[in-house]
T-cell receptor, first 115, second 114 residues
Framework: AQKITQTQPGMFVQEKEAVTLDCTYD???????LFWYKQPSSGEMIFLIY??????QNATEGRYSLNFQKARKSANLVISASQLGDSAMYFC????????????FGPGTRLSVLP | DVKVTQSSRYLVKRTGEKVFLECVQD?????MFWYRQDPGLGLRLIYF???????EKGDIPEGYSVSREKKERFSLILESASTNQTSMYLC?????????????FGDGTRLSIL
């Protein structure tokens, strides 16, 4: 069973506008972490932001924020004031358990920022 | 900053060859991982290692083996390369404890098998 779902294969956003990339997850473990990565066309995976299952507040890192709705099991990434350099693939991932060693990745969303 | 280095960005090999992909990390991480990435399929785990000489199969281990003789180095081996192993290969490392710790990735190796 797929544990991470990203329902948007591709998204377009106008430069300087905000965009939300969806991620839903499935786990029965009460302790887990959710991560977002960015992969530009050059191929490297860049860690963006983390949200823990016990965190009371939504995570923020600069222009990135996470809309975490635990009851709905969703962890959507919000990018504010989009820039051309934000065009990339974005992956949502989950790590289960305090000592969990493995990550599960979603299929990704390709974001294109239009000038 | 954590540095994960993959030996090649681009590699072209022939069917039947034995292929080695090397990965080195400099942060004393216990865990190391090999993924392959194909369009529309996301990242799929091939093997991971949680300690020296220890390894676990991931989701798609067939046709691959791994070696971890030293903590900092994790090698992926294609015993007899086939065209369906043409893909992007990503190495990652992470510490063991704490679910708030991300995986750190190398730049990837684009492997073509002719």
């Amino acid at each position: 069973a797929q544990k991470i779902t990203q329902t948007q294969p591709g998204m377009f956003v106008q430069e300087k506008e905000a965009v939300t990339l969806d991620c839903t997850y499935d786990t029965s473990d009460p302790s887990y972490g959710l991560f977002w990565y960015k992969q530009p066309s050059s191929g490297e995976m860049i860690f963006l932001i983390y949200q823990g299952s016990y965190d009371q507040q939504n995570a923020t890192e600069g222009r990135y924020s996470l809309n975490f709705q635990k009851a709905r099991k969703s962890a959507n990434l919000v990018i504010s004031a989009s820039q051309l350099g934000d065009s990339a693939m974005y992956f949502c991932a989950m790590r289960e358990g305090g000592y969990g060693q493995n990550f599960v990745f979603g299929p990704g969303t390709r974001l294109s920022v239009l000038p | 900053d954590v540095k994960v280095t993959q030996s090649s960005r681009y590699l072209v090999k022939r069917t039947g060859e034995k292929v080695f992909l090397e990965c080195v990390q400099d942060m004393d991480h216990e865990n190391m991982f090999w993924y392959r990435q194909d369009p529309g399929l996301g990242l799929r785990l091939i093997y991971f290692s949680y300690d020296v000489k220890m390894k676990e199969k991931g989701d798609i281990p067939e046709g691959y083996s791994v070696s971890r003789e030293k903590k900092e180095r994790f090698s992926l081996i294609l015993e007899s390369a086939s065209t369906n192993q043409t893909s992007m290969y990503l190495c990652a490392s992470s510490i063991t404890q704490g679910s708030n710790q991300p995986q750190h990735f190398g730049d990837g190796t684009r492997l073509s098998i002719l």
